[in-house]
């Protein structure tokens, strides 16, 4: 399952930054097209965290637009679907934003 190695790699990025802390909650940022399921990522998130510091601790998912440019026309557009298209007809688009996942805040316990 692709979300629980994602998953893995963040709560892993979170205890290396901050080992022995009480994490209280997690702030991820999933873009529109990184093709990864938010809700997928909160399963995972509660079986990954059992015996770490981050047991418990809540997890807040953003999911900013994302913005595409067509490489035809050259219009930048906000896509509709995971495979972008521009509104000319044309496959051939760049992602300009969309594809990041990263975590924006921890917040520690005190
Ligand atoms: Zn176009």
Redesign the pocket.
């Known amino acids: 399952m692709h979300e629980l190695a994602i998953t893995e790699s963040v709560v892993q990025a979170v205890t290396e930054r901050l080992p022995g802390a009480t994490i209280r909650c997690v702030y991820l940022e999933i873009g529109a097209l990184s093709g990864v399921v938010p809700d997928s990522v909160r399963f995972c998130f509660d079986l990954v965290t059992e015996g770490t510091g981050l047991a418990g601790a809540k997890l807040e998912i953003s999911q900013p637009n994302a913005r595409c440019q067509?490489?035809?026309?050259?219009?930048e557009?906000e896509p509709d679907g995971p495979i972008p298209m521009?509104?000319?007809?044309?496959p051939?688009?760049s992602v300009l934003s969309g594809r990041e996942l990263r975590i924006t805040a921890v917040e520690v316990a005190s």
């Open positions: 067509c490489g035809e026309c050259g219009a557009f521009c509104a000319c007809g044309s051939v688009v």
